[in-house]
Protein backbone atom coordinates (compact mmCIF):
# COMPACT_ATOMS: atom_id res chain seq x y z
CA UNK A 1 0.00 0.00 0.00
CA UNK A 2 2.66 2.36 0.81
CA UNK A 3 4.88 1.06 -2.33
CA UNK A 4 1.64 1.84 -4.47
CA UNK A 5 1.21 5.71 -2.92
CA UNK A 6 4.84 6.39 -3.44
CA UNK A 7 4.57 5.67 -7.21
CA UNK A 8 1.41 7.62 -7.47
CA UNK A 9 3.08 10.49 -6.09
CA UNK A 10 6.27 10.40 -8.38
CA UNK A 11 6.03 11.86 -11.59
CA UNK A 12 4.93 10.11 -15.03
CA UNK A 13 8.10 10.89 -16.23
CA UNK A 14 10.76 10.06 -13.98
CA UNK A 15 11.03 6.08 -14.33
CA UNK A 16 10.41 5.88 -10.44
CA UNK A 17 13.51 7.25 -9.16
CA UNK A 18 12.42 10.27 -7.65
CA UNK A 19 14.49 13.31 -8.38
CA UNK A 20 17.00 13.21 -11.45
CA UNK A 21 20.26 11.96 -10.31
CA UNK A 22 21.96 14.97 -12.27
CA UNK A 23 19.99 17.46 -10.53
CA UNK A 24 21.80 16.38 -7.47
CA UNK A 25 25.15 16.19 -8.77
CA UNK A 26 24.76 19.81 -10.06
CA UNK A 27 23.78 21.13 -6.88
CA UNK A 28 26.20 19.58 -4.67
CA UNK A 29 29.33 20.70 -7.74
CA UNK A 30 28.47 24.38 -8.84
CA UNK A 31 31.63 25.22 -10.77
CA UNK A 32 31.96 28.90 -12.37
CA UNK A 33 34.64 29.18 -15.17
CA UNK A 34 36.62 32.75 -15.52
CA UNK A 35 38.29 34.80 -12.97
CA UNK A 36 35.67 36.55 -10.17
CA UNK A 37 36.10 38.86 -7.20
CA UNK A 38 38.64 40.94 -6.25
CA UNK A 39 41.05 38.84 -8.75
CA UNK A 40 39.36 40.54 -11.91
CA UNK A 41 39.31 43.85 -9.90
CA UNK A 42 43.39 43.30 -9.92
CA UNK A 43 43.80 42.30 -13.13
CA UNK A 44 42.02 45.18 -14.79
CA UNK A 45 43.92 47.32 -12.93
CA UNK A 46 47.00 46.02 -13.69
CA UNK A 47 45.80 46.08 -17.47
CA UNK A 48 45.12 49.76 -16.90
CA UNK A 49 48.22 50.68 -15.25
CA UNK A 50 50.32 48.82 -18.18
CA UNK A 51 47.98 50.74 -20.60
CA UNK A 52 49.10 53.97 -18.54
CA UNK A 53 52.66 52.86 -18.94
CA UNK A 54 52.70 52.24 -22.25
CA UNK A 55 50.57 55.70 -23.34
CA UNK A 56 53.60 57.72 -21.13
CA UNK A 57 56.68 55.80 -22.97
CA UNK A 58 54.97 56.68 -26.58
CA UNK A 59 54.67 60.49 -25.68
CA UNK A 60 58.04 60.71 -24.43
CA UNK A 61 59.68 58.85 -26.87
CA UNK A 62 57.96 60.86 -29.45
CA UNK A 63 58.85 64.43 -27.07
CA UNK A 64 62.61 63.55 -27.16
CA UNK A 65 62.08 62.77 -31.14
CA UNK A 66 60.64 66.28 -31.53
CA UNK A 67 63.34 67.68 -28.96
CA UNK A 68 66.56 66.55 -30.74
CA UNK A 69 64.96 66.92 -34.44
CA UNK A 70 65.16 63.42 -35.38
CA UNK A 71 64.58 62.47 -39.28
CA UNK A 72 65.69 60.46 -41.85
CA UNK A 73 68.21 62.42 -43.20
CA UNK A 74 69.96 62.93 -39.81
CA UNK A 75 69.55 64.60 -36.61
CA UNK A 76 69.19 68.38 -35.79
CA UNK A 77 71.71 69.78 -37.16
CA UNK A 78 73.82 66.70 -37.88
CA UNK A 79 72.51 65.38 -41.46
CA UNK A 80 73.91 62.23 -42.94
CA UNK A 81 75.56 62.54 -46.51
CA UNK A 82 77.04 60.25 -48.88
CA UNK A 83 80.60 59.59 -47.23
CA UNK A 84 79.99 61.12 -44.04
CA UNK A 85 78.37 63.64 -42.06
CA UNK A 86 77.27 67.28 -42.27
CA UNK A 87 77.21 69.57 -39.74
CA UNK A 88 75.41 73.05 -39.73
CA UNK A 89 76.32 75.98 -37.27
CA UNK A 90 78.37 74.89 -34.53
CA UNK A 91 79.49 71.59 -32.71
CA UNK A 92 80.55 71.18 -28.59
CA UNK A 93 83.18 68.37 -28.64
CA UNK A 94 83.11 67.24 -25.22
CA UNK A 95 85.66 64.87 -25.59
CA UNK A 96 87.42 63.23 -27.82
CA UNK A 97 86.89 64.25 -31.88
CA UNK A 98 88.09 61.44 -34.60
CA UNK A 99 88.00 62.08 -37.93
CA UNK A 100 89.81 61.56 -41.11
CA UNK A 101 88.87 64.86 -42.73
CA UNK A 102 87.16 67.61 -41.46
CA UNK A 103 86.45 70.35 -44.20
CA UNK A 104 84.10 73.46 -44.40
CA UNK A 105 81.62 74.43 -46.79
CA UNK A 106 82.81 76.49 -49.48
CA UNK A 107 83.21 80.05 -48.73
CA UNK A 108 83.22 79.65 -45.01
CA UNK A 109 85.91 79.47 -42.61
CA UNK A 110 86.68 76.72 -39.80
CA UNK A 111 86.86 77.92 -36.05
CA UNK A 112 88.50 75.89 -33.87
CA UNK A 113 88.26 77.69 -30.41
CA UNK A 114 89.40 76.29 -26.78
CA UNK A 115 89.02 78.08 -23.27
CA UNK A 116 92.70 76.58 -22.37
CA UNK A 117 95.18 74.48 -25.08
CA UNK A 118 94.67 73.07 -28.66
CA UNK A 119 96.52 70.15 -29.39
CA UNK A 120 97.08 68.55 -32.86
CA UNK A 121 98.66 65.04 -33.13
CA UNK A 122 99.56 62.45 -35.69
CA UNK A 123 100.88 59.25 -35.18
CA UNK A 124 101.63 56.35 -37.09
CA UNK A 125 100.69 53.32 -38.05
CA UNK A 126 101.95 51.72 -34.56
CA UNK A 127 100.37 54.19 -32.80
CA UNK A 128 103.91 56.27 -32.25
CA UNK A 129 103.69 60.04 -32.08
CA UNK A 130 104.94 61.79 -35.31
CA UNK A 131 104.27 65.11 -35.37
CA UNK A 132 102.27 67.53 -32.43
CA UNK A 133 101.19 71.23 -32.40
CA UNK A 134 100.19 73.04 -29.08
CA UNK A 135 98.87 75.84 -29.08
CA UNK A 136 98.71 77.60 -24.93
CA UNK A 137 97.77 80.10 -23.63
CA UNK A 138 101.21 82.06 -24.07
CA UNK A 139 103.16 79.57 -26.26
CA UNK A 140 103.18 77.76 -29.20
CA UNK A 141 105.44 74.61 -29.91
CA UNK A 142 105.95 72.33 -33.07
CA UNK A 143 107.26 68.67 -32.50
CA UNK A 144 108.23 67.35 -35.69
CA UNK A 145 111.70 66.27 -37.95
CA UNK A 146 111.31 68.82 -40.35
CA UNK A 147 109.35 72.04 -40.34
CA UNK A 148 108.72 74.00 -43.60
CA UNK A 149 106.80 77.35 -44.53
CA UNK A 150 105.97 77.81 -48.27
CA UNK A 151 104.05 80.48 -50.28
CA UNK A 152 101.48 80.10 -52.37
CA UNK A 153 104.18 78.71 -55.90
CA UNK A 154 105.48 76.08 -53.15
CA UNK A 155 108.66 77.52 -52.70
CA UNK A 156 110.39 77.41 -49.25
CA UNK A 157 110.10 80.41 -47.15
CA UNK A 158 111.58 79.01 -43.82
CA UNK A 159 112.68 75.43 -43.26
CA UNK A 160 114.12 73.94 -40.32
CA UNK A 161 115.52 70.27 -39.12
CA UNK A 162 118.41 68.93 -36.57
CA UNK A 163 121.11 70.13 -39.00
CA UNK A 164 120.01 73.53 -40.68
CA UNK A 165 117.66 76.14 -40.47
CA UNK A 166 117.07 77.87 -44.30
CA UNK A 167 115.57 81.17 -45.04
CA UNK A 168 114.69 80.66 -48.70
CA UNK A 169 113.02 85.05 -48.93
CA UNK A 170 115.00 87.41 -51.15
CA UNK A 171 116.28 89.19 -48.12
CA UNK A 172 116.29 88.62 -44.49
CA UNK A 173 115.01 91.80 -42.10
CA UNK A 174 115.95 91.86 -38.58
CA UNK A 175 114.06 94.57 -36.87
CA UNK A 176 114.84 94.35 -33.52
CA UNK A 177 116.78 97.06 -31.48
CA UNK A 178 119.60 94.60 -30.74
CA UNK A 179 120.10 93.38 -34.31
CA UNK A 180 121.17 90.03 -34.65
CA UNK A 181 123.67 88.13 -32.86
CA UNK A 182 125.77 84.79 -33.61
CA UNK A 183 127.61 83.04 -31.37
CA UNK A 184 129.51 81.08 -34.36
CA UNK A 185 130.59 81.64 -37.72
CA UNK A 186 128.76 83.30 -40.37
CA UNK A 187 128.91 83.34 -44.37
CA UNK A 188 127.05 85.44 -46.79
CA UNK A 189 127.98 86.93 -50.12
CA UNK A 190 127.13 90.68 -49.63
CA UNK A 191 126.53 92.59 -46.26
CA UNK A 192 124.47 95.70 -46.48
CA UNK A 193 123.10 98.59 -44.82
CA UNK A 194 119.69 100.28 -45.98
CA UNK A 195 119.96 103.38 -48.02
CA UNK A 196 120.84 106.48 -45.87
CA UNK A 197 122.79 104.69 -42.96
CA UNK A 198 125.90 103.56 -42.07
CA UNK A 199 126.97 100.02 -41.86
Not at 34 to 39: C, Q, S
Not at 66 to 76: D, N, P, Y
Not at 119 to 126: A, I, P, V
Request: glycine share 12%; net charge positive; charged share 20%.
Amino acid sequence: MKTSEAAASDPPDSGGHGSDPGDGFRGRYNFRIGIYGWRKRCLYILILVLLVMVIVNLALTLWVLKVMEFSSEGMGQLKIVSGGLRLEGKAFVLDTLIASSIKSRTGQPIIVESSRNLTLSSRSKNGLLNNKIFLGNDRFECLANNFKVMDDRGVVLFSADNREVVVGSKSLRVTGEGGASFSGSVQTTLVRADSGNDL
